[in-house]
């Protein structure tokens, strides 16, 4: 059974770090890597079957990224934007034990108007049978509930616990009447378990026990964590209904923990998910833990014959339609304690479509959360 931690690891160096000291590392920023040309904007980038490259600069705009052989995140900020990515190697940001503290985020680009590739269409991270997929975030509490009601036009949230939540991270209030009232805001700064909001609230969150007579109900509102510090995005301006996708292919290996995903989901045929998890990996080899799916535009996760898949500790809010979808698998479902809050239905209306949007530049400018 695996286990995901309840606290973060100390005491340990990042891997990718460590792995400066390896002289079987090429570096993305060496020219030499690259056989004297460093890539460019719009160009399609092939690490080689065998090399292991170091991302230690963000690079320009790429056309596409295929990795036949490794390439691991540095210990610090970094950006990487591609139309796609295909992982026929590895692609690792940290590692168990060895959790990414700095801001990794990776944006997919494209309008939908491109060619197929790989029959998988486009604006994609894919991962090939036999390769791998590791992200491991900065641990996070993912939510907690409110220690006092709410009202109408309050700026500040009083939590019933402390939690390791910072200023610039973006939260959402479960509704504690018409779902539709759930809200999303940015925290302005953290006083123990005191939140204070960048703007007031339009609705009022419930924050007591309610007793009726022996029984008490807990009907106080969920706070939910929307921010980590790994981050996989789809860049959309202007387009309704194609953001990007993660698809992992059967027989692949993907482990993620503490990452966000967010803008992504196509509903132009064939229809794509957020993420498409088919690997049937052994156990421990298929996870997506401790992590936040927002803002998306179609189901968030599909899961097809992953036996040994495992999906705790999520938080998801604003996805259309269902927030998990089982194909073809096992009545033992691997959802375990998640917050799902605010589902829409197909098809978004413009005014909804622009509400999104109009976070996406904010959310790719977050601080970064932690240093090493």
Known sequence: MLTVNSKPVQNWRNLPLAMRWDRSVARWSNPATWDGRLPRAGDAVTIPAGQRVLLDVSPPPLQSLEIN?????????????????????????????WPHTHKAVITLTGDGFGESV??????????????????????????????????????????????????????????????LQAEDRFIRSVRGNLITLDQPLQYQHWGALEINGPDIVDARADVGLLTRNIVIRGENTGTLDYGGFVYCMRGSRVRLDGIEMTGLGQRRPPSRFPLHLYTEAEPGDAYLCNSSLHHNFQHGILVYRATHAVIQHNVLFDEVGQVCVLENHPLHAPQRRKLGMLTRTLPLERDEFDAVAALWPKLALTPALGRA
């Not at 490794?70 to 970094?78: W, Y």
């Not at 939510?143 to 959402?172: E, F, M, S, Y």
């Open 69 to 97: 052989g490794a390439l691991t995140f540095d210990a610090r900020d970094l950006t990487l934007k591609a139309q796609w990515i295909l992982v026929r190697g590895e692609l690792r940001i940290g590692a168990p034990g």
């Open 118 to 179: 790989h029959g998988l269409g486009n604006k994609f991270l894919a991962v090939a049978p036999g390769a791998t997929l590791e992200m491991h975030g900065e641990w996070r509490v993912g939510w907690a509930k409110l220690g006092a009601t709410a009202g109408l036009g309050a700026t500040q949230l009083l939590l019933a616990r402390q939690v390791n939540w910072r200023a610039g991270d973006h939260i959402v209030i479960a509704a504690s009447a018409d779902p």
